[in-house]
T-cell receptor
């Protein structure tokens, strides 16, 4: 099936440092998402992105978070500065259309903030 | 906002026995309903989805019926296999167009022993 690639697969970072998580979505998809999953817990929506803009963000999407997709390249999630509670697995997803459409997820980027 | 509630896990079954994972949802809309499966170290992947009330979805022996009156979408399988061991997420599609996103339940971890 369609593949979403995420880089890095895991990263350990000092609290207060910046981290950028990269996502290569399915090539013809137009809608992009980030979800956060703390170990053993549910998938929680962070943000969606369409036509170069953030469409909606959840309460978990703190001011320290930002997303962009410059010139159709990687869809990125940047956290600056990181905090201990940012430790989680971050999943990128993409879909061809919006409502009711299937989201295709990457394998996740495990972030550990120490 | 919309929400999804699932059978609390973990669930442990012997191979060949039947499975039911309950899923209830709350929404003011008419969402598409999804079952996703997540294997260790991977992102969630679509099991199947049902866009309309009173219709049934199925894949790999799993099935669920979109019950709008009961606001339920219970996952069932008549005879589970060891390879079915995974976390199962019920989800609904909330929002329209670029604001659409998936809202996930808590997930139900299934372990099948031989």
């Amino acid at each position: 099936g369609p593949k979403v690639l995420q880089i890095p697969s895991h990263q350990i970072i000092d609290m207060g440092q910046m981290v950028t998580l990269n996502c290569d979505p399915v090539s013809n998809h137009l809608y992009f998402y980030w979800y956060k999953q703390i170990l053993g817990q549910q998938m929680e929506f962070l943000v969606n992105f369409y036509n170069g803009k953030v469409m909606e963000k959840s309460k978990l999407f703190k001011d320290q978070f930002s997303v962009e997709r410059p010139d159709g390249s990687y869809f990125t999630l940047k956290i600056q500065p990181t905090a201990l509670e940012d430790s989680a697995v971050y999943f990128c997803a993409s879909s061809l259309e919006g409502a009711g459409n299937t989201l295709y997820f990457g394998e996740g980027s495990r972030l550990i903030v120490v | 906002g919309d929400s999804v509630t699932q059978t609390e896990g973990p669930v442990t079954l012997s191979e060949g026995t039947s499975l039911t994972v309950n899923c209830s949802y709350e929404t003011k809309q008419y969402p598409t309903l999804f079952w996703y499966v997540q294997y260790p170290g991977e992102g969630p992947q679509l099991l199947f989805k049902v866009p309309k009330a009173n219709e049934k979805g199925s894949s790999r022996g799993f099935e669920a019926t979109y019950n709008k009156e009961a606001t339920s979408f219970h996952l069932q399988k008549a005879s589970v296999q060891e390879s079915d061991s995974a976390v199962y997420y019920c989800a609904l599609s909330e929002g329209q167009g670029g604001s659409a996103k998936l809202i996930f339940g808590e997930g139900t971890k299934l372990t099948v022993s031989s």
